[in-house]
């Protein structure tokens, strides 16, 4: 979960790490801290607790300066966001940057404890830096020091050390959590993500599973897991570095409910014509794949699992074939039962979600193919899926998923139409279904004009602390990811229902203290829906309903309604979840919450 970055560099790095620090703060933000060897050849630190802009205040009251160094921005597992728990963590000569979890921890702890080593931390980082350190003694090498170490250690890891020792020389690992190694002139840089690199490069390297890369200002050595010397390809980056610039916009997540007008376009753009879908879209051999799929199993996690519940209904009402859908860090832990000829569909937003990428390989040989449907080119859920789709969204800083979330839905509704034109799915309703698809942006416009009557409308959620939200059929997902959205930036607790479920427990929390929040397209079920709202009204709950503009709703003393365009039924789903998002975000503005950095949560769940 944790993001970090190194350098090794002709010139001084430390702007170049806390550059980087800020372009991951995506990825965690209780503590930061550098370590780079200064010209005296010293180890020179700086922690701070809290963001990066903490350490960043340190750095200019009291320079640092070095040509080599490592970062790291925490998302804390063991031990509270704290000075003494940050990172870079040193061992004498040493340090060491940390992204993952060591399992195993306590006992080498307990070992390295008996050799005279003194922890100062709650971390399991710390004992990578004492058992490195112990091995440089007997091998008087620190490449060799973190060969041997990594074959300690039980769990997940990215690693990024340096020794005053041998300067010019950093050390980079991976296994569990991506890593990439930026490619420069005269210098080259380790990341956990690209993005923190894309103002020093567009050259990466992305390290394999078991990779161990030796990195120096002019070359870098790249060893596999059996300690083979290998090659990996360097891949040019071409995308925009300003792409991931807040821009004129008060937050991240604001600027990305807007481009969804423009990324829900990407996410079609060659992968649909004007009345089919193109299967090459999902690469060498899909058709052949396809073309024996009987039933799916979908895995994901948080949001990508809204985005598959949805994916659900649209696989078993027009492709007619089974579906399953299940929560990643369930799923990979329990024994289950493949049917015959099943796709096994991955959903992740980083392609680096530990508990989808565990079920992915648990899974391995008792499914027909597998295939992703991810955002970022070159993670590890795309390399090892079978299949992949992009969803081509863009970077998504907010933690709170906004645009991933939708193109994940156009890319799963490409793939039920993929899937069910071998089944049930017509080539008349295969156009219609195209048709609406190409209507998406500019519906997307239209309802993001609706944003100054949300944010009147989010003035009644200011001193709330509950919220139910409602849907049925297929908004049901959509009333999850809803609610999902709230109580992460707002922290009002909120929790979503099928709407028929109402008499089965819900009713009870009904009442005027608790707003109740309606997605009511204009589909076959609305007749049943106006039901299940009028229990609520008939017991004092003021309802909140997101309704086609034809359904009929009107408005009283207890009933707020925002009209939605109407819009085609297959592509609802999608539309709805935009005021959704905007409720969410004017909410959490309203509250004076930190919208892009929700507290307790990172955007990347690279640990279990």
Same mark, same amino acid.
């Given at each position: ?15 170049? !790490? ?86 195993? %921890? ?19 980082? =710390?004992?990578? /830096?004492?058992?490195? %350190? ?6 008087? *090498? @620190? ?31 991976? +296994? ?17 993500? $690209? ?17 161990? /890369? ?25 995308? /925009? ?53 009987? #039933? ?7 949001? *990508? ?9 649209? !696989? ?7 579906? +399953? ?22 959903? #992740? $937003? ?34 090892? +899926? ?28 490409? @793939? ?41 409308? #989010? ?26 959205? @709230?109580? =992460? ?14 008499? %089965? ?6 009442? #005027? ?11 076959? !079920? ?20 997101? /309704? ?37 975000? %004017? ?13 307790? !949560? ?7």
């Amino acid at each position: 979960m944790c993001g970090i970055v190194g350098a090794v560099a002709e010139r001084n790095v430390t702007g170049i !790490l806390i550059e980087g620090l800020h372009r991951l703060e995506y990825r965690g933000y209780d503590s930061a801290g550098m370590a780079v060897i200064d010209r005296n050849g010293d180890l020179a630190i700086h922690k701070a607790n809290g963001k990066v802009a903490g350490l960043e205040d340190k750095q200019n009251a009291n320079p640092i300066k070095g040509h080599e160094g490592i970062a790291h921005t925490r998302w804390a597992t063991h031990g509270a966001p704290s000075e003494k728990n940050a990172h870079p963590h040193c061992s004498d000569h040493i340090a060491v940057v940390h992204n993952g979890i060591i399992e195993n %921890h306590q006992s080498l702890r307990e070992a390295l404890s008996a050799r005279g080593y003194e922890f100062v931390s709650e971390t399991d980082t =710390e004992v990578v /830096a004492h058992l490195i %350190h112990s091995l440089y003694q007997e091998t008087d *090498s @620190l490449k060799e020091a973190v060969k041997k170490a990594l074959e300690y250690f039980d769990g997940a890891y990215a690693l990024g050390v340096i020794s005053t020792r041998e300067p010019n020389c950093l050390i980079a690992a991976r +296994s569990g959590s991506p890593l990439v190694v930026g490619v420069g002139i005269e210098e080259n840089f380790i990341a956990s993500d $690209q993005l923190a690199l894309r103002q020093v490069t567009d050259r990466f390297i992305y390290l394999d599973e078991g990779d161990m /890369a030796v990195v120096s200002t002019d070359s870098i050595a790249i060893e596999d897991s059996a300690g083979n010397p290998v090659e990996r390809k360097i891949t040019r980056i071409k995308e /925009a570095e300003e792409s991931a610039d807040k821009g004129e916009y008060r937050h991240y997540m604001l600027k990305e409910i807007d481009e969804q007008t423009r990324v829900l376009g990407n996410t079609m753009q060659g992968r649909i014509n004007n009345t089919q879908v193109l299967e090459a879209a999902f690469g060498v051999g899909a058709t052949e794949v396809f073309d024996r799929v009987e #039933s799916v199993q979908i895995i994901a996690c948080g949001t *990508s699992y809204h985005a598959g519940m949805v994916a659900r209904y649209w !696989l078993e009402d027009w492709a007619g074939i089974p579906c +399953s859908v299940e929560v990643a860090s369930e799923f990979r832990y329990r024994k289950t039962v493949a049917r015959p000829n099943t796709l096994f569909v991955t959903i #992740s $937003q980083s392609g680096e979600t530990a508990d989808t990428l565990a079920a992915l390989r648990n899974s391995e040989g008792d499914y027909l193919a597998s295939l992703v449907i991810c955002n970022v080119a070159n993670s590890s859920l795309v390399r090892e +899926s079978d299949l992949s789709l992009m969803t081509l969204a863009g970077p998504e800083i907010g933690v709170a998923s906004t645009k991933a979330f939708t193109t994940q839905l156009v890319a799963l509704q490409i @793939l039920a139409i993929a899937l069910g034109r071998r089944h049930s799915l017509t080539p008349e309703l295969e156009t219609e279904l195209v048709e609406s698809l190409h209507l998406l942006p500019q519906i997307c416009e239209r309802v993001l004009t609706l944003s100054e009557r949300i944010e009147q409308v #989010s003035e009644d959620f200011a001193e709330k602390h509950h919220a139910l939200f409602l849907g049925r059929g297929v908004e049901y997902p959509i009333a999850m990811e809803g609610a999902l959205k @709230l109580k =992460e930036i707002s922290y009002i607790h909120a929790e979503a229902y099928p709407a028929g479920e109402l008499k %089965h427990g819900p009713l009870a929390l009904v009442d #005027s203290d608790m707003p109740v929040i309606a997605v009511a397209p204009n589909n076959e !079920l609305l007749e049943k829906l106006k039901s299940n709202l009028e229990e609520v009204q008939a017991r004092g709950g003021k309802l909140y309903v997101f /309704a086609d503009e034809n359904s009929g709703f009107k408005e009283d003393e207890n009933t707020v309604v925002v009209n939605l365009p109407h819009v085609p039924i297959s592509i609802a789903p999608i539309v709805y979840t935009l005021p959704l998002q905007l409720l969410s975000y %004017h909410v959490a503005v309203l509250k004076g919450t930190d919208v892009d950095q929700p507290r307790n !949560l990172a955007k990347s769940v690279t640990v279990e």
